[in-house]
């Protein structure tokens, strides 16, 4: 499987959906809060070349986006195949 990252806030509805869809899917991912860490907030920004809103998802290192365009690629068929499922 592999590897996913989701950067994430408290009480973020968006990132609640990515990790539900995630989770649905069976994906392990690794969550990293940036409620309160400027630094990986930081982080975050620049891996995902500009972009600030939560969450940003990153599989296997490249930048996927948002949670609106992880349901896009799902509702496409596309999400399995990035992921290497099925």
Do not use: W
Not at 12 to 26: D, I, M, V, Y
Not at 52 to 81: C, E, R, W
């Amino acid at each position: 499987m592999k590897n996913v990252e989701i950067y994430t806030t408290m009480f973020c509805p968006f990132c609640s959906r990515a990790k539900k869809l995630l989770k649905s899917k069976g994906v392990n991912y690794k969550e990293i809060d940036v409620t309160v860490a400027g630094d990986l907030r930081q982080e975050m920004t620049r891996r995902a070349d500009g972009a600030h809103t939560v969450p940003q998802i990153f599989i296997d290192g490249d930048h996927i986006g948002d949670s609106d365009y992880i349901h896009m690629l799902d509702a496409n068929g596309k999400l399995d195949q990035i992921l290497g499922i099925r």
